[in-house]
């Protein structure tokens, strides 16, 4: 496991818009976190699979594996992660919130999110990751 | 540029070439559900990015698009025609701003008005009704969409009444958050005096400071007062009388909505509660609100019906609460808390946090319409497929060529060198020895230079794709059906080639369309089938390119056009008896000639197959058109793959110095002035048995030059259009391998060269076009 | 003079002015149980207003300027509106 601050804490960046990836990183890299990045569900899963991340931040629609299906794969067995996972939409319809945590996030944010927020939210979420069994 | 916007404005090109094309492939095939999805994708994937910009237009407008495609994936809308157009013309009108934005990184000042049809037209097939999750888009630009923080020193009560009449009224309120300088006092300002002067002033918030200094310490000139002021007067004359303190001041303006919002985001901040939270910094606030967020969402994952509540999912809503908690400032040991326990700390939490709106406000059920269409996104197929490709920015490729060629020059200069080495300094065995340097240097600079050149390589499906758009809007503009078929789109050419060849192509294309093609009526009239055939074709022939652009139309008259070209006065009666089918095919490239008995909007306008034939010329191409009255027209384009690198052959006229490409060049020659022979008022000189014209070449381009009567006479032999025709120069120079650039500026409309090449020794060379120049020489003798 | 200042009541009277800003602090430091009557003042320097603000006198009379009434008299009387969150506990 990484260090228990928001600095060096892993976190997946998930979209398939390189512009919406770029910010995300961005602003996370600039605030200490180590980043990574993928472009669908299925790069995500695969990522997750090599690598213990502290945190996930998923876009809802994506081409191949969309969000809700990428983030069941992270919780599902073959992966297991029981990390934080931050779900970014551009919709913000009755019920998408609660699909996204039937799928298991744990935070459902509407594009498109103010960088201080992002970064605010993923401290929080990262912050003392390992106190919790 | 910023590096985001950067991206986004490649990403932005790569999602407008994919909604094109899907949409023209949709209308052909408009029940393909890949199709549909694909372009609504493009469309979600732009709006989502545009959101990270103020470009609010932008957003709008894609996301009218959006909503469109959505409905047409959800099967409630049938893509006809007409939407396509709406859909095409709005994502033009996107390609436009996006333009505008790549040089002033904004939005043209007259986005808005311009969308504002589109987005009305591309709502009208949906009933018009405007996006559910964008209530106050189209409201005035000065809107703000959210309250800023310092919204929570107004009180609750007070706003929500004042919201509910904004709302009632359509109207908005201009909210000024004023926080004078500490030494304002100082500068004799006083910020009480300028808030009494506003007119129309609806409420005034004095903040005062969190924590007061104590009585002894207290400065009575230090200004720690902040005023929130609330307002109906305009923001012009807010500006007015706040305009010598624009540095102290922050102005919003609200419509109900982005108050309502802001009541139900974050726990106002009522005078009474001041003592409690004036002790916590803004920051916390947030980090508060975040936190009952997570809280929030936490409670609605463990008691949503269906919800899995074990496994990693339970364990990351305790990392979840645990986090909220820590960040509340009061961390709770949940150890293995199951979802009872998880509950009650979440309550317990969310008391501790302040009641929060958004935590008790009844999440309506999600209605079975939207759950379906949730479900059929989860195998959601196709979308671009990511590959393994650097994205180099052109300019920078540019570049890299510039710098092949300054090498080059570099290169070229050895020679100079070596030259000198042996004339000026004697030393032959220095000369040989620069020499052997320069063929190894040579050779690195080529394999550099055709590295460089392969980098610029484009297929040439990068000219073809528009024509897809193009051959669709003209023929139903001319109520032709015709079928494009393109070939060979991943034959690979320079870029510079591939992009002069645009404008040549587009007007064969036209060409053809507007006179070649004929209409269904006359095609099956004459027992063809209803639809046209336009093809492109792309085939690599050596170290060049051949483009044909082919139809099965009614094909040239080569007798109307001799008779034409008679009447026109471009040949002789003679030429008119004489000429065969297939000459009499190629005068439709004399300049001033034009098929079409009426020069029709789409190909006529001022630019001919001449014009053609011109530009191709001046790449280094060919143009030939052959023809079968009644069955079609082929007209083909040679272009060198690559333009990159030109061989000129250096003389000098006048004492200028001038390039003539090298494969033009059949022999240099010295004459002896008696030599010269002369027939029909032209010089000649022969050579071999044969009579070769001679061109004044300083007397062509107009300087005041002339050999002295008994010199040799040099005389560069050149072949142009299988002619030989001979160059009388000053000199002759080396041969040199040159970046040819196109002629710019005050230049850039002499016909006569055909681009600038810098030389080794930092001098310009104009490079001669000889067909210009043969031209310029037969208008002056 | 903008100031009428007795042991332990003041009059503000037309325009106090950031001149008079240190001797009403003064006054306020020393008096004991200062009581200030607004109702001849047409305007109060901001200044003059944090002054009252953070010793908080008893206002004996409203003012009879409009604007001094509504906006600034409910700031004195009542609980003094909103505070900045400072970056210390009190």
């Known amino acids: ?133 | 540029m910023n590096p985001l916007l950067a991206q986004f404005l490649a990403e932005a090109n790569d999602l407008l070439a994919q909604v094109d094309e899907g949409l023209l492939q949709l209308e052909r095939d408009p029940g393909d559900p890949e199709l549909v999805n694909e372009v609504f994708r493009a469309a979600h994937t732009f709006k989502g990015s545009s959101g990270l910009f103020d470009f609010p237009e932008l957003t709008r407008l894609t996301h009218a698009a959006e909503d469109l495609l959505d409905a047409v994936r959800g099967g409630r809308l049938a893509l006809d025609s007409g939407m396509t157009d709406d859909l095409l013309a709005s994502f033009d009108l996107i390609r436009g701003w996006l333009a505008h934005v790549t040089t002033h990184e904004r939005l043209p000042s007259g986005a808005g008005s311009d969308a504002a049809g589109l987005i009305t037209r591309l709502r009208a097939p949906l009933g018009g009704e405007a996006a559910p999750s964008a209530p106050s888009a189209a409201g005035p630009a000065v809107l703000v969409d959210t309250a800023p923080d310092w919204l929570a020193y107004l009180d609750a009560e007070w706003l929500t009444e004042t919201a509910g009449w904004l709302s009632t009224t359509g109207s908005t309120l201009r909210f000024l958050w004023y926080t004078p300088d500490t030494d304002c006092f100082f500068r004799a300002e006083d910020p009480l005096h300028l808030i009494r002067q506003l007119p129309a002033l609806d409420r005034l918030s004095v903040v005062q400071p969190g924590t007061w200094p104590a009585v002894q310490e207290y400065d009575e000139y230090t200004c720690m007062l902040s005023f929130l002021v609330v307002t109906r007067a305009s923001l012009g004359e807010l500006n007015h009388l706040f305009r010598y303190v624009t540095d102290q001041i922050e102005i919003v303006e609200l419509d109900a909505d982005a108050i309502t919002r802001h009541l139900s985001g974050e726990p106002p901040l009522r005078a009474e509660e001041v003592m409690t939270v004036a002790v916590t910094p803004v920051i916390d606030t947030e980090m508060a609100a975040d936190a009952r967020s997570v809280l929030h969402a936490a409670h609605r994952a463990l008691t949503m019906d269906g919800v899995v509540t074990e496994g990693t999912r339970i364990r990351s809503v305790r990392h979840a609460v645990a986090a909220a908690a820590r960040s509340l400032g009061v961390p709770v040991d949940l150890g293995a808390a199951g979802p009872a326990e998880l509950l009650t700390a979440i309550d317990l939490l969310a008391g501790e946090a302040a009641p929060a709106p958004v935590a008790i406000a009844p999440v309506p059920a999600a209605p079975p319409r939207a759950e379906e269409r949730v479900e059929s996104r989860a195998d959601d197929p196709g979308g671009q497929v990511g590959t393994r490709v650097l994205k180099v920015d052109q300019e920078k490729v540019d570049r890299l060529m510039e710098l092949v060629g300054e090498l080059n020059v570099a290169k070229n200069g050895l020679t100079f060198l070596a030259a000198s080495a042996e004339e000026e300094f004697g030393s032959r065995a220095l000369s040989r020895r620069i020499k052997d340097q320069y063929a190894g240097l040579h050779r690195i600079a080529e394999e550099l230079q055709s590295a460089v050149m392969d980098v610029r390589m484009l297929p040439l499906s990068v000219a073809f794709s528009r024509f897809p758009r193009l051959v669709r809007d003209l023929s139903r503009r001319l109520g032709k059906n015709i079928e494009l078929v393109t070939e060979g789109g991943d034959t690979m050419a320079d870029k510079d080639v591939i992009e002069a060849l645009g404008d040549p192509l587009v007007h064969l294309v036209r060409n053809s369309l507007d006179h070649g093609i004929e209409t269904p009526d006359e095609r099956s009239l004459r027992g063809k089938s209803h639809t046209a055939r336009l093809t492109l074709t792309a085939v690599a022939d050596g170290d060049a390119v051949i483009v044909e652009v082919s139809d099965d139309g009614r094909g040239v008259d080569p007798d109307r056009v001799k008779h034409k070209a008679y009447e026109k006065g471009l040949i002789s009666e003679e030429e008119l008896e004489t000429l065969s089918d297939v000459d009499a095919v190629d005068l439709v490239f004399r300049p001033g000639f034009s098929t079409a008995d009426q020069v029709s909007d789409l190909s006529g306008r001022g630019v001919g197959m001449d014009a053609v034939r011109a530009s191709v010329e001046k790449l280094g191409g060919a143009v030939t058109m052959r023809s079968k009255l009644g069955q079609g027209t082929s007209t083909r384009l040679r272009l060198p793959l690559s333009m990159a690198v030109t061989q000129v052959m250096v003389v000098s006229v006048a004492g200028q110095r001038f390039g003539i490409p090298v494969d033009l060049v059949v022999e240099t020659v010295k004459v002896p002035a008696g030599g010269m022979g002369r027939v029909l008022h032209q010089d000649v000189v022969m050579m071999r048995g044969e009579v070769v014209p001679v061109i004044d070449l300083a007397r062509a381009l107009d300087m005041p030059w002339s050999l002295p009567e008994t010199a040799d006479r040099p005389i560069l032999v050149v072949s142009v259009n299988g002619q030989r025709v001979g160059l009388l120069v000053e000199q002759f120079h080396r041969e040199v391998d040159v970046i040819l650039k196109p002629m710019e500026g005050l230049l850039a409309y002499a016909d006569e060269f055909s681009g600038t090449a810098l030389l080794g020794d930092g001098l310009v060379l104009l490079v001669l076009n000889m067909k210009e120049v043969l031209g310029l020489a037969a208008r002056v003798a | 003079m903008p100031l009428e200042l007795h042991e332990e009541t003041a009059n503000l009277v037309g325009v106090v002015t950031v001149d008079e800003v240190e001797q009403l602090v003064g006054w306020l430091r020393t008096a004991k149980r200062p009581r200030v009557a607004l109702r001849r003042c047409n305007h109060l320097h901001t200044g003059a207003l944090q002054a009252l603000l953070l010793f908080r006198p008893k206002i004996s009379s409203a003012p009879a300027d409009a604007f001094l009434a509504a906006q600034v008299l409910p700031l004195l009387a009542g609980g003094g509106g909103p505070a900045k969150p400072g970056s210390e506990s009190p």
């Open chain 1, 1 to 133: 496991m990484t260090s228990d601050t928001a600095t060096g804490a892993r976190v997946l960046v998930v979209d398939d818009a390189a512009t919406v990836r770029l910010y995300h990183t961005t602003l996370l890299g600039g605030a200490g976190f180590a980043v990574n990045e993928a472009a669908n569900g299925l790069e995500a899963v695969e990522a997750a699979l090599g690598t213990d991340f502290d945190l996930f931040v998923v876009d809802v629609n994506m081409p191949k594996m969309n969000g809700y299906a990428c983030v069941e794969a992270l919780r599902s067995d073959t992966v297991g992660s029981d990390a934080p996972v931050v779900m970014i939409s551009t919709e913000d319809r009755p019920g998408d919130a609660d699909r996204a945590y039937q799928a298991g996030a744990n935070l459902y944010l509407v594009k498109p999110v103010a960088g201080d927020r992002l970064v605010r939210v993923a401290t929080m979420l990262t912050a003392g990751k390992d106190d919790v069994a």
